[in-house]
């Protein structure tokens, strides 16, 4: 599966923003859905993840009640809404996908490119 994020952009500090991974080759539905983050400097980490009818969730601690996953199987898009940004969410997000839901927090199979998110203070 080939996937594609978008949606990232320059943000004040408190402000919203929502990211989007198209998804091509495969039936998204085959497929858990993650996004993960990497700040200069940091490991990449984890942010969150949905299962593949969109019921199950999984969050990192440190967004929690910020962020919302949700696909759209129909459309083959996962959407990343962010909300009540910090500086410290300032990263490069990464769209995954793995069949597996042991993998897709940590080591998905499948990557897309990432999308640059900078949150201003």
């Known amino acids: 599966v080939q996937l594609q994020a978008s949606g990232g952009g320059l943000v004040q500090a408190g402000g919203s923003l929502r990211l989007s991974c198209a998804a091509a080759g495969r039936t998204l539905s085959d497929y858990l859905m993650g996004w993960f983050r990497q700040a200069p400097g940091k490991e990449r980490e984890f942010v969150a993840a949905v299962g593949r009818l969109g019921v199950n969730t999984y969050y990192a601690d440190s967004v929690k009640g910020r962020f919302t996953i949700s696909r759209d199987n129909a459309k083959n898009t996962v959407h990343l809404q962010m909300s009540s940004l910090k500086p410290d969410d300032t990263a490069v997000y990464y769209c995954?996908?793995?069949?597996?839901?042991?993998?897709?927090?940590?080591?998905?199979?499948?990557w897309g490119q990432g999308t640059q998110v900078t949150v201003s203070s």
């Open positions: 995954a996908a793995d069949e597996t839901r042991a993998a897709i927090r940590t080591t998905p199979r499948f």
